[in-house]
Every structure is written in structure tokens, then in C-alpha cells.
């Protein structure tokens, strides 16, 4: 290592007078700049104009620099201070092609480093035309570029002499004795044993550094920075709160253009004065440093600066920090640790399991089935956890409306309906499809047609228009509602879990909406006045028994004014049987005031129907000669319909204006968009404004979520899209915003929340009342995409979770999605439950306390 300090012997050596006259340049330069620094008001710690103080530099810095993380910064973007430059700084180098720079000033900014900047920390690196520009100078220190002088290996030409390498410059730097500039400065040099000392100093400053930047040094601390990619702009609060912007200069620029950003990058650093006297008495040599990739860093000393180092305090900005990253982490795998374990359900009803409808327990125990009761709901008392099996041969679903016509046999591998109703055009057996010819019981030769002539026969129905929400009754295989799609109506299809094998589940399938249930002894789950029409095509229900009950079970969902079509044999057959119900019905419903409108036959399909026609208000109802069937009493809420009994009763009309039922709706498509009208500012909504206002607020919310985020920005293939459940509805905005996709969505209002599900049906729009604590009413695998918003962390109040997420993989299709919106904890515990599940996670958001997740259902089954 060459020190700092005289060595008469060092002359001795030269026996080249190229060496001599080199030397003598060299010190006649030093001393001239002596004098003019013995003169002038400030003192320069190097003077770099020398090449010999240049390499003895280059070998402090390349020590440094071995041992200093390089810093890459990014583009300045501070007007005022270059403006501030631009007025103190020569506009031009000088003579010598070098740049006048105030080391004063220099003192005064400060350059940021790897690990905290402030506005006064911010690198620069000298440009073609103004080197160092960010600072000024009242003292020079030149760094001559001329005639293609550059550092790092390239050629340098000096005084005239022919051009070296700088690597040879500098191998003879290290042989040779430098001049010092004033004795005063390096006069602290000579004492070997104290440059060694301030040397172990020096190293452990260095090892401060490594990996993070400077931490501590001389008593100092610095804290961490945030900093935005891509040349954002990087902002820092000073210790009095006042937000700063970052002044940064372009590094990849150079003096001559001999030299690219990768080969040279200066980094400024303020340190304390202890380590600017151990930076300016230590050298190495750099012979180890590739020269392509050597990076320059100049250090200055500036304990006030130092100090502000140590105040200034960060902003996280745009990222997360690792404590949150891995605490979030560290929360998801203490969740997987849970250790969910999953199994097949070992039920008879195997591929097909509803566990509401097929609790083989709970029906061994009833004493009578004279009502059906073995077709309603009997849940266990504890929700199962198992996973329904796939029918072997499964296959992806045929996409709508291909589907309408055929699916796959292996699906929903059942032939018995085929066989018994295959001559009624119901479901026939092609190879490998079953197909649907859209025939049904009624309607041999198609349901378009048979939907036609019941419009022919009464146009007030208006299919479309006037009539949107319609119940079809004992549905079969749907191809009434399936058909009616055509006409822009929304069916809501049921038939029990029957002798019809499936019927149910050909339905849902095909993409018709579809739930499995009965008429049996209690209501059904929707809400009252809510059909804009009722069907019934031979769907063998007796209405006119035990004084009408079922017949009035239809009277509460028909809206007043609304139409109940009724095709069946007792309409235009003379058998006794048939006269006689004929006749039952007739009185039944004279007495509740149901008008026929019109009884027909339809001579290509050879049936019959009858229209009826509800009252719109109680005129009819006052007029009765007798109270038969009697009214309902006052405390009977006709809205109640979860797990209610029927009664053989009449509910009255609702006589003031204001009320939901004493007027019709606006005709479709502008019911969807306008609020009911009974809707007022009166009232609360939901979501704690004025209803009219919740109202539209949620639709332009639903609107916005599935246009912005839901159709392009979650990998969902929306082109396999069809049956759709919102699990949490309440105004069903999540559907209305839907209706341009060829999709229709099952809306679920729970019973624990608002009863919000007149709104939805109001709107034309259809749903049903539920209790996610039970299983739903459908067969396996019949929704390609569940919606759960802030529905999960209310169950969760009730019953557990896991049940849920279980009942959600049997209702989804293989490769079908769930998307949940909730508390993150809530969708965190989803996302670990649907990984056990060996789920794919489509997308996962957070901010502040709320999270979205996406993800979907897989083949994988367990072993």
C-alpha cells in the first residue's frame, strides 16, 4: 500500500527522464494550486487536478466502494434547485475542459443514498455540459474531460503526451511518491501507526454498511426509505412535517460520451468528520474491481447533515412492508395449519346428494307422507362437510344456448325420464347426449308454440312486456321456462326430487333456472305478490282439496292483477274424475274472486288451458256472500315464507297507494332501472340512506364492480358463464347489472338480513329466501358462479364456515367460480379452506380492512 507522506528515496528511482519530466509537471502544478489555495478563503480536503491525486483518489473510493451496496437513482425532477445551480455555475467549462464547483455549496446538498434520502441527499453526475451542475462553487475542484480523457480503461491524453490506458496511469500511481498539495493537510500522515488505527476505524464504518446501507455511525442513526419504481418521483417529510420532492440527476450521462452509465456511477456521501479524516489519510488499491463495472463514490463530511439523517422520517407509500408481508403470511399458513380435512359423502344418494332432501334419517321418522312431506326439507342437524363425488365420465358443461337442446350423457347420466316421457318429446337419448326436443307433457310439438298460443288466446299477457317473472309449477325438465327466454320472460321452475328422475337437474344443466321443491305443507320460499303469472301444465297438484290450501299458497305469490294459466286434462277432457276436479275449481276460485278471462283448446297440441285472473283489490272480497275460505288473520305476515305452514286462508288486497301491490309494476325493461314505487325517502335503506337514494346507489355500485373489475379483471371465461347465484342479495343490483350477459342469477336474500327480495322481484328480476347455515335446494354441480358479498362474515355469527364453503363445492360445476367479498379475515380463512380444496386462486385483493378474492372449483376429489 502506498501512503501518504514523503520518501526522498522514491527520486532515486526514476531512471526515465520521461518519468522525470512527468514529475516535474506534476509538481510545479501542486504547488501552484498550493499557493492559490494558501490564498484563498476556504480549504480544499483534494485537489484532483493532478492525475496522481486522481488515482491516489480512485483508490480510496474503490475501497469504499467494495464495500458500499451501489445505489441506482433516478431522474432529478427538482426545477428550483437546478435553477439555483444554473445561476452560481459557470454556463461553460473552463480552459481546461473542467467545471468551477462551490465546495461550499456541495456541503450543502445532499445526495441520496442506499438507504434514506432526503432532499439534501440527492446524487448527482456531471452531463456534457454541466458537470455537477446541482452545485455551486466558490472554490475549484476540476475533473478534465478534453481530448477523450475518461476513467476506468479508456484512453487519456495529456499535456500533449501519447495516450495511455488509465490502468497504466495508474500502476505508476501506485509506484511512485505523490507530492502532496499542502503539508498542512497530510501532514497527520506520516505516523504509519496512526494510519493503520484510523485504517480499523475506516473498516468498521465500511462494514456498517454492508447489506442495507449505513445503519450507525459516530452515534448516528438512519432510518429506512420508500421508494417508487419506474422514475416516480420519491418523497420525504423533513423532522418539522414539511413534504419534499426528490431532486435527482440522470446518471448515465458523461463529459465526452466515451463512457456509458454502466461504467461509471458517482455516489455522494455525507459522513461525520471522524470518517472524513479516516476517507482522506487510507488508501487501496482497486486492482480487483472490474473496470467496466467500477463505480466512483465521493464522500463528504458534514456532521449537521449526518444529524438530519438520523431525524428524517419515511413513508411506506404504495408497498407493504415485510413485517406486513410476512405477519399476513404467517396468518395464512397458521390458518392452513388448521389442517382441513376433506372426504367423500358415503350416502345412497351418491353424485345426486342434496342433503336437505335425501336425510334418509330424518325420513324414516315421519309419520305420514299424505302431503308430500318426504319431498320437503329434512336438513341434518349438523351441516356435512364431505364432498359430493362426480358421476364417472364427467365432462366440462355444453355452453349455453347449445346447451338448451343437448347435454352430456355422463353428466347427468339418468334414462329413466327418457324412457317413460320420451314419446312427449321431454328428454330422448343420443348417443353420447341426452337431447331435448323442448317438448313437454302439453306441448308435444314444442314449447314456442304452446308460449304463443296461450298469448293468442289472452293478449293482456303480453309475454315480455307486462308479464316478466313467472312461476312454472311441477316444471319437468323446464323447457317452458327454457323456451320462454325467447320472449325475454324469467321463469322460476320447481318440481320435487321425485319418480321424475332428474327432471330438476336436466334443467339446470340445460341453463334453465330450476329448484327442487313441493307443494306440500309448507309455504314456498319467496315472498307474496310477486308473479306476474303462475303455470301449471298437468303439474298433478291437487288445488281444490282440504278447502283450496294449495290453490291459495298460489294466491299469496300471484301479484294482484296477475294470471294463472292452467293447462291441464280437467280443462277440456270429460272423464268423471276430470269433471268433477272441473267443477271443484270452478267454485274454489269463484269464492277467492279469480276470474276466467278466457278457456281454450289448442288443436295441434289437442289440449286445453284456462286463464284466471286475480283481483287487484278487495271490492270482490267484501262482496262475498260467505266467508269461505276465510281471511287471514291481521297478525298473518303473508311475506313470512321460511319454514311456515300453510293455511287454508285469504289475504287481503293492499288498499292504500303507497302500498307494494295496488299497482302494477312498469313494464319491462324500465321496471328494471326505475325504483318500485313504493319505494320513498321516507324510509331507510339498507345501506343507511334514504331507500330511493340506497336504491340507486347500489346499482351504480354493481354496475361499476362488474363493467370495471368483475367482466375483464379477474380471468373469469365468462363465455362458460350461465347459472349464476348472488348468495347475498339486496336490492339485486349484482343481477341487474348482468342483464346484457347471456346469464340469469338466482338471488338469495338471507333470512337473517333485510327483506329486500319484493325490491328484486319488483324489478323483474327473481329469488328465493334461504338459510346458508342449511343446504340449498338444488342438485350437485348445477351454478357456474357464486357471489358472495359480505356474506360469510355474518354466517359466521351462526354456524361455521367450513360447512358453508362445503355446500358451495357441491352447488359449483367443476371449473366454476366464487367470488367473496368480505373483511380480510374472512376471505383470508376462504382462500385457506378453498387451497385445502386444491381450489385455483384466480385473484386476491386487500385495502384497509376489506378483501375480494376469486377462485376456482377444480376436478380434484379426495381419495
Not at 435 to 451: D, E, N, V
Not at 476 to 482: E, I, L, M
Request: proline content about 5%; hydrophobic content about 30%.
Amino acid at each position: 500500500m502506498a501512503l501518504f507522506g514523503r520518501s526522498p528515496r522514491m527520486d532515486s528511482r526514476r531512471s526515465s527522464s520521461y518519468c522525470s519530466t512527468v514529475t516535474l509537471v506534476v509538481f510545479v502544478a501542486l504547488c501552484l494550486i498550493g499557493v492559490w489555495m494558501m490564498t484563498s478563503s476556504s480549504v480544499v480536503p483534494v485537489d484532483m487536478s493532478s492525475s496522481e491525486n486522481k488515482s491516489e483518489m480512485k483508490q480510496e473510493v474503490s475501497m469504499i466502494d467494495s464495500r458500499i451496496p451501489e445505489y441506482r437513482p433516478t431522474d432529478m425532477s427538482n426545477n428550483a434547485l437546478q435553477e439555483e445551480a444554473n445561476t452560481n455555475m459557470n454556463d461553460s467549462p473552463n480552459e481546461n475542459g473542467s467545471v468551477s464547483i462551490d465546495e461550499n455549496n456541495v456541503l450543502g446538498k445532499m445526495v441520496e443514498n442506499p438507504v434514506e434520502m432526503t432532499e439534501e441527499e440527492k446524487p448527482t453526475k456531471p452531463t456534457d455540459d454541466t458537470k455537477d451542475e446541482s452545485f455551486n462553487t466558490s472554490k475549484n475542484l476540476t475533473f478534465d474531460d478534453e481530448n477523450g480523457k475518461t476513467e476506468g480503461g479508456e484512453l487519456i491524453k495529456e499535456d500533449g503526451e501519447n495516450a495511455r490506458t488509465q490502468e497504466d496511469v495508474q500502476d505508476k500511481s501506485m509506484a511512485e511518491n505523490l507530492e502532496e498539495p499542502t503539508k498542512e493537510k497530510f501532514e497527520q500522515n506520516a505516523d504509519e501507526a496512526e494510519n493503520d488505527e484510523k485504517m480499523k476505524n475506516l473498516d468498521k464504518i465500511s462494514s456498517e454498511t454492508k447489506g442495507g446501507g449505513l445503519q450507525e455511525s459516530a452515534g448516528e442513526k438512519m432510518s429506512m426509505r420508500q421508494e417508487k419504481l419506474n422514475g416516480n418521483e420519491l418523497e420525504e417529510r423533513d423532522d418539522h412535517g414539511n413534504q419534499e420532492k426528490d431532486v435527482e440527476q440522470n446518471l448515465g450521462e458523461t463529459g465526452n460520451g466515451n463512457q456509458t452509465k454502466d461504467q461509471m456511477v458517482t455516489e455522494v456521501f455525507f459522513l461525520d468528520a471522524a470518517q472524513s479524516e479516516l476517507l482522506n489519510e487510507t488508501e487501496t488499491g482497486n486492482g480487483n474491481q472490474n473496470k467496466d463495472q467500477m463505480a466512483t463514490e465521493v464522500f463528504f463530511l458534514d456532521a449537521a447533515q449526518s444529524e438530519l439523517l438520523s431525524e428524517t422520517k419515511t413513508q411506506n407509500g404504495a408497498w407493504s412492508t415485510q413485517y406486513a408481508e410476512s405477519k399476513n403470511e404467517k396468518e395464512l399458513t397458521k390458518s392452513q395449519d388448521k389442517g382441513y380435512s376433506w372426504k367423500l359423502c358415503n350416502v345412497t344418494a351418491g353424485a345426486d346428494y342434496i342433503p336437505c332432501l335425501d336425510n334418509e334419517e330424518a325420513l324414516k321418522k315421519l309419520r305420514t307422507t299424505k302431503h308430500y312431506e318426504h319431498r320437503e326439507r329434512h336438513c341434518p342437524g349438523e351441516a356435512p362437510t364431505c364432498l359430493v363425488p362426480l358421476p364417472e365420465g364427467y365432462k366440462q358443461p355444453i355452453t349455453w344456448p347449445n346447451s338448451k337442446d343437448k347435454i352430456w350423457y355422463h353428466n347427468v347420466p339418468h334414462t329413466k325420464l327418457a324412457d317413460v316421457k320420451g314419446h312427449q318429446n321431454w328428454v330422448k337419448v343420443s348417443g353420447e347426449y341426452l337431447s331435448f326436443p323442448g317438448g313437454g307433457t302439453q306441448f308435444k310439438h314444442g314449447a314456442l308454440h304452446y308460449i304463443d298460443f296461450i298469448q293468442q288466446s289472452f293478449p293482456d299477457i303480453a309475454w315480455g312486456k307486462r308479464s316478466r317473472v313467472v312461476l312454472d309449477v311441477g316444471c319437468g325438465v323446464a323447457s317452458f321456462g327454457g323456451s320462454l327466454f325467447d320472449r325475454d320472460v324469467l321463469t322460476m321452475s320447481f318440481a320435487p326430487k321425485d319418480e321424475h328422475e332428474a327432471q330438476v337437474q336436466f334443467a339446470l344443466e340445460r341453463g334453465i333456472p330450476a329448484i327442487s321443491a313441493v307443494m306440500g305443507t309448507k309455504r314456498l320460499p319467496f315472498p307474496s305478490r310477486a308473479f306476474d303469472v303462475v303455470h301449471c301444465a298437468r303439474c298433478r297438484v291437487p288445488w281444490h282439496i282440504e278447502g283450496g290450501m294449495l290453490l291459495l299458497e298460489l294466491n299469496r305469490l300471484l301479484r294482484p292483477g296477475g294470471y294463472f294459466v292452467w293447462s291441464a286434462t280437467p280443462v277440456y277432457q270429460k272423464l268423471d274424475e276430470d269433471v268433477e276436479i272441473w267443477q271443484a275449481m270452478s267454485e274454489l276460485t269463484k269464492s277467492i274472486c279469480w276470474d276466467m278471462v278466457n278457456k281454450t283448446k289448442d288443436s295441434l297440441n289437442q289440449v286445453g288451458l284456462a286463464i284466471f285472473r286475480k283481483p287487484s283489490n278487495n271490492e270482490c272480497y267484501d262482496k262475498r256472500m260467505e266467508n269461505n275460505p276465510p281471511f287471514c288473520q291481521e297478525s298473518d305476515d303473508p311475506n313470512a315464507a321460511w319454514n311456515i305452514s300453510l293455511q287454508a286462508c285469504l289475504h287481503r288486497m293492499p288498499v292504500d297507494a303507497t302500498l307494494r301491490g295496488s299497482q302494477w309494476p312498469e313494464e319491462w325493461p324500465q321496471r328494471l332501472e326505475e325504483p318500485p314505487y313504493w319505494l320513498n325517502n321516507s324510509q331507510v335503506g339498507v345501506y343507511g340512506k334514504p331507500a330511493l337514494e340506497d336504491f340507486k346507489v347500489d346499482y351504480e355500485h354493481w354496475k361499476h364492480v362488474v363493467s370495471k373489475s368483475y367482466l375483464d379483471g379477474m380471468g373469469i371465461n365468462w363465455s362458460r358463464v350461465r347459472n349464476v347465484m348472488d348468495m347475498r342479495s339486496v336490492y339485486g343490483g349484482f343481477a341487474a347489472a348482468l342483464r346484457d350477459m347471456k346469464v340469469w342469477v338466482m338471488n338469495i336474500v338471507s333470512i337473517d338480513s333485510p327483506d329486500t327480495l319484493p325490491v328484486i322481484y319488483e324489478r323483474g328480476l327473481f329469488g328465493i329466501y334461504h338459510d346458508w347455515c342449511e343446504s340449498f335446494s338444488t342438485y350437485p354441480r348445477t351454478y357456474d358462479l357464486l357471489h358472495a358479498d359480505h356474506l360469510l362474515s355474518k354466517i359466521k355469527k351462526r354456524c361455521s364456515i367450513v360447512p358453508v364453503i362445503a355446500e358451495v363445492d357441491r352447488v359449483l360445476r367443476p371449473e366454476g367460480y366464487l367470488i367473496v367479498r368480505d373483511n380480510v379475515e374472512t376471505v383470508n380463512e376462504v382462500e385457506s379452506i378453498a387451497r385445502s380444496l386444491n381450489w385455483d386462486i384466480r385473484m386476491t385483493f386487500s385495502k384497509e380492512d376489506e378483501g375480494l378474492l376469486c377462485v376456482q372449483k377444480t376436478l380434484w376429489r379426495p381419495k
